[in-house]
């Protein structure tokens, strides 16, 4: 099993940025990317990013390019979300997430980012 500890969220002003953290731990052997996904009020979960253990190539959606980068750490078994020029249409539960090889995907219990206009 995999954990997932996130952090990093909070209340900021359009314009702004944040920057969130996601530490795996537990049985990440049988890993090879981590990314985050988010949902807001009423919507559902949608993707966001995602970065592979073993190339470091990176996938980001269309709604964010250009505003938020992922990276990660490898030693530390962590991936970061920067995230910039935010907008309030960016407001929502942010999950990090753990794909494995099985096909198994674990997730974090979710960080929320607001953005006030």
């Known amino acids: 099993q995999v954990q997932l500890v996130e952090s990093g969220g909070g209340l900021v002003q359009a314009g702004g940025s944040l920057r969130l953290s996601c530490t795996a731990s537990?049985?990440?052997?049988?890993?090879?990317?981590m990314g985050w996904s988010r949902q807001a009020p009423g919507k559902e979960r949608e993707f966001v990013a995602r970065i592979w253990w073993s190339n470091e190539n990176t996938a980001v959606a269309d709604s964010v390019k250009g505003r938020f980068t992922i990276s990660r750490d490898v030693g530390k078994n962590t991936v970061y979300l920067q995230m910039s020029r935010l907008e309030p249409e960016d407001t929502a539960v942010y999950y990090c997430n753990f794909l494995a090889y099985g096909p198994e995907t674990s997730w974090g219990q979710g960080t929320q980012v607001t953005v006030s206009s």
């Open positions: 537990g049985r990440t052997a049988s890993g090879y990317a």
